[in-house]
């Protein structure tokens, strides 16, 4: 249970630690709050040749909110985001996700970039950028590019970047208007990894009446997925909407896996009940907004 | 830039200036217990989960088994050894935590109680102990950390209990 061994390089810019991982090429892993990869060299899963660790890079560590959406740096920790309340206003899904994630003595250390550029379906962070529509930033030694996060989660900790790169930020655009949001999650104690949790954004009209649903889900499919749901609730008001029917119309979409947690019958019917309370305590929100 | 394979680390545990040359490889947990020879730090699950081996970062809980030694190079760490004060007759005082977990019978076999004492010091010193302590903040305090013992009860019952002594003290 202890790391096999590697190379170590700790560089203080974002071009060194670029160089360093272009000369180590493809056996080089970036490490950021290693809260997710420290356990996978502990128990021999990987076993990179080198480590680049990226914490002594100035100016990776903020985060900024604009009324357009949140940008949160890659040394961002967990812990930061979860009691950023610029962010939290801007973004309510952020900080409510975040209270999610593991325990505080790892949302010290873990960061919410290095949880998305993870991509594991059981993240919570992942599941939040696809539902608020965000996207990443990558640097390449060729420059910086912006990848949506559609075309950046490829499969179960597998994403779409290749060859020496860093993702140094994660974008999460605001939250609409006439919009609530909820986040909830089912896991044997808290703080373990959720046996299956939901994120929806619930947008109203002018007249209360629901205007779009939106979910993504947590430990349910290989790679975060958005599903609309307006369909089954679209024009109903607010306050009595069929929350029930959406729960339905949820669970006829997702298509979750067995595993040694739960059945994929059992995490089919979670996603059911969590949808249906998380729209309702969501939509009371958006209404409580215009009020 | 260049790659290591080993590296020599300076840190203060404790208050103390230490120094060790470890692999890179080397877990923080391990470093504190075989190369620094402080002990009451515990290794349990070694992958983040059990709580056992936590301890302060620049004051911060952290899992030491999730950390590489070479990462705290230059920073200030805190292990259970390091909970109690020197008191004015040349022995020592316990933290009010430690005190509290004896009184409150909230250790059995006590191997994860060096997890448990680190993590509560912590959060109970960032927080004004004026204001009551609420049934979720002592389970957010508690709840990364396993015990398989007590059940819970008297630990949960320990940190009401320091709470207490340190808002008598404020």
């Not at chain 1, 590697?6 to 272009?22: C, I, N, Q």
């Amino acid at each position: 249970m202890k790391p096999a061994p590697f190379r170590y390089a700790d560089p203080g810019t974002l071009d060194e630690a670029l160089e360093v991982l272009s000369a180590e090429g493809e056996g080089a892993k970036v490490l950021a709050g290693g809260q997710s990869l420290l356990p996978l060299l502990s128990m021999r899963l990987a076993a990179p040749a080198t480590l680049v660790d990226i914490n002594r890079v100035p100016g990776l560590d903020t985060v900024e909110a604009t009324g357009d959406g949140v940008r949160v740096g890659a040394l961002v920790r967990h812990a930061h985001l979860l009691h950023d309340a610029a962010a939290a206003r801007i973004q309510p899904l952020l900080a409510r996700a975040t209270a999610n994630v593991a325990h505080p003595a790892i949302r010290n250390r873990g960061t919410t970039v290095g949880s998305i550029a993870h991509a594991d379906p059981s993240g919570e962070m992942t599941s939040v950028l696809a539902l608020t529509d965000g996207s990443v930033s990558v640097a390449t030694p060729g420059g910086v590019e912006t990848i949506a996060w559609r075309d950046f989660f490829v499969g179960p900790l597998e994403t779409s970047i290749h060859g020496p790169a860093v993702v140094t930020s994660a974008y999460f655009p605001a939250l609409p208007a006439r919009s609530g949001t909820a986040f909830s999650e089912v896991a044997r104690r808290k703080g373990d990894y959720a046996v299956c949790g939901a994120g929806v954004v619930v947008t109203l009209d002018e007249d209360r009446r629901v205007a779009a649903v939106r979910a993504a889900y947590i430990s349910v499919g290989l790679t975060p997925e958005v599903h609309d749901l307006t369909d089954a609730v679209a024009g109903q008001p607010a306050e009595k909407a069929d929350w029930a029917a959406a729960g339905s119309l949820a669970r006829t979409l997702v298509d979750p896996d067995t595993d040694i947690h739960a059945s994929a019958d059992y995490r089919r019917l979670l996603v059911g009940v969590l949808t249906e309370r998380t729209l309702a305590s969501a939509a009371a929100e958006a209404v409580g907004g215009m009020e | 830039m260049s790659t290591d394979t080993e590296r020599t680390v300076s840190i203060t545990v404790n208050g103390v200036p230490r120094e060790a040359t470890v692999p890179v490889r080397r877990l923080l947990s391990d470093a504190l217990r075989h190369d620094l020879g402080l002990t009451g730090t515990h290794v349990g699950c070694e992958h983040g989960v059990c709580g056992a081996c936590t301890v302060l970062v620049d004051g911060d809980p952290v899992r030491s088994c999730l950390m590489l030694a070479v990462q705290v190079d230059g920073r200030e760490v805190t292990t259970v050894e390091g909970l109690a004060r020197d008191d004015d007759r040349g022995g020592q005082v316990l933290h009010p935590v430690q005190e509290a977990f004896r009184e409150c019978h909230a250790l059995q076999c006590g191997f994860c109680t060096p997890g448990f004492l680190t993590t509560i010091a912590a959060g109970l010193e960032k927080r004004d102990n004026s204001i009551e302590l609420t049934e979720e903040e002592v389970d957010e305090m508690v709840g990364g950390n396993l015990c398989r013992c007590t059940g819970y009860a008297n630990i949960k019952k320990a940190v009401r209990h320091a709470n207490a002594a340190m808002r008598d003290a404020q």
